[in-house]
C-alpha cells in the first residue's frame, strides 16, 4: 500500500509562487508516474499535470502550461509542484496521485493512489 502527503499548500497574493510537496512510502515510488490533480469549489476534479517514473516526461493542463513545474526526487519519494504567476482560478484543493504505470497519464482513473489534499487560495 502507498501512502502520499502532499504540503506546502497556503493563502498566496495573485502573481505569487507556491511549491508544493508530496512524499510517498513505499519502495516502489520509483517504479510509477506520479501526477497533481486539482478540485475547486462546486467543480470537478481536473488533471494539472504528470510525471513519468524516470522524470523524462511531463505533460500539463493548458490552464498551467508555461506556469506550473512538477518534478520528482525518486530519492527521497518526493514529487513537486512548483507553482508561479499564480491567479485566482488556481484557487483549489491539490491533490496528489501515484499510478500503477510508469508513463505519465492524463487520466484520472489510471492513478490508484490519492493523497488526502492541501487547499491553495490564491487572492486578488
Known amino acids: 500500500q502507498v501512502q502520499l502527503v502532499e504540503s506546502g499548500g497556503g493563502l498566496v497574493q495573485a502573481g505569487g509562487s507556491l511549491r508544493l510537496s508530496c512524499a510517498a512510502s513505499?519502495?516502489?515510488?520509483?517504479?510509477?508516474?506520479m501526477g497533481w490533480f486539482r478540485q475547486a469549489p462546486g467543480k470537478e476534479r481536473e488533471f494539472v499535470t504528470t510525471?513519468?517514473?524516470?522524470?523524462?516526461?511531463?505533460y500539463y493542463a493548458d490552464s498551467v502550461k508555461g506556469r506550473f513545474t512538477i518534478s520528482r526526487d525518486n530519492a527521497k519519494n518526493t514529487v513537486y509542484l512548483q507553482m508561479n504567476s499564480l491567479k485566482p482560478e488556481d484557487t483549489a484543493v491539490y491533490y496528489c496521485?501515484?499510478?500503477?504505470?510508469?508513463?505519465?497519464?492524463?487520466?484520472?482513473?489510471?492513478?490508484?493512489?490519492w493523497g488526502q489534499g492541501t487547499q491553495v487560495t490564491v487572492s486578488s
Open positions: 513505499g519502495r516502489t515510488f520509483s517504479r510509477y508516474a
Open positions: 510525471i513519468s517514473s524516470s522524470g523524462g516526461s511531463t
Open positions: 496521485a501515484g499510478s500503477k504505470r510508469s508513463s505519465a497519464t492524463m487520466t484520472t482513473h489510471e492513478y490508484a493512489y
